[in-house]
C-alpha cells in the first residue's frame, strides 16, 4: 500500500506541471539525474542559464519541473520526488523551512528585483513617473490581486507607504499575478499597471515608467534550496554555487534580476539523507 501511495503521488505531480525533461539529454547518458521544481515564471531564464550549468558539470544532468509556485509548495509538502527548489519568491522557501521540508542551511537568495510602473508601449499613458500618480487621472490601473499573488501585496505596500492607495482605490483592477496584470495592460485594458521589473521586460508590448524606491515595499528577492526528498545532495550544492557565479549574475541582469545579497547564505553540510 504504501508504495502504491507514493508512485501515485509522483504519477500525480508529473502529470499536473510542465515536464521538460533533460535539458540536454543525449550528453548526458550517464550522468546523475539532478531535479528541479521551478516557477513558471522564471522558464525563459533558466531555460538559459541551466545548459550553461550541464555544460560546466559533465556528470549531472538536469530535469526541470516547471509549475505554479502554489503548485510546487504542495507537491513538497505531499513528498515529490524533488531535489532543488526555485520558487517565485524567498517567502515559500521559508513556509517549508518551518515545516522542516527542506534541509536545512542549505538554502540561498541568488538574485532580488524591482517593482516598476508599466504602461501600453504602442499607447502609453500621459503619466512620465511615479510621482505623476499624484496628480495625473488615471482611468484603470492593474495591480495584482494582494490575497493571492505576492506582487499584489508588494504593490499595495508600496501604493501605502507612499501613500497614493486611498487616491487610486477606485481605480484598481486586479490580476491573478503578474502575467495577468502585464495581460491587462497589453491590450489596453488598463492604462497602467504594476509587476516585478523581471516580467515587464519579458513582455514586449508594455514599457516601463518608473521603479519604486527600493524601501517603499519589501525585498523581493528569488532563493533556491533542497527538498527533503533531494537524492542529489551534492549535485544541488553545485546548482546553488553555480547561480552565485559571476557568469550567471551577469546573465541574470539581462532578465531584469539584480545582485544577490549576502544576507541569506548557505552552509556545506555532509551528504546525509534527511
Known sequence: MMFTHIFS????????????GPVVPSAHAQSEILTVAAASSLKDVFRKILPL???QNHDI???VIYAQPKTIVKQIEEGAPVDVLLPAQFEDIDQLEKKGL?????KQIYARTALVLITNAAFPASVGSIQDLETTPVRRIAIGDPAASAVGKDTIQFLRQGKLEPRLRSQFIYGEHSLAVLDLVSKGEAELGIVYQTDAL?????RIVDTAPADS???VAYGIAVSWTAQNIAGARELISFLMSALVQTELKKYGFEG?????????????QP
Open 102 to 106: 527542506i534541509l536545512q542551511d542549505i
Open 202 to 206: 519579458m513582455a514586449k508590448r508594455v
Open 260 to 272: 544577490a545579497s549576502s544576507d541569506v547564505s548557505f552552509t556545506q553540510r555532509r551528504e546525509v
Open 61 to 63: 544532468s538536469v530535469q
Open 53 to 55: 550549468f550541464e555544460a
Open 9 to 20: 503521488r509522483i504519477i500525480f505531480f508529473v502529470g499536473i506541471v510542465a515536464f521538460t
Open 217 to 219: 515595499h519589501r525585498p
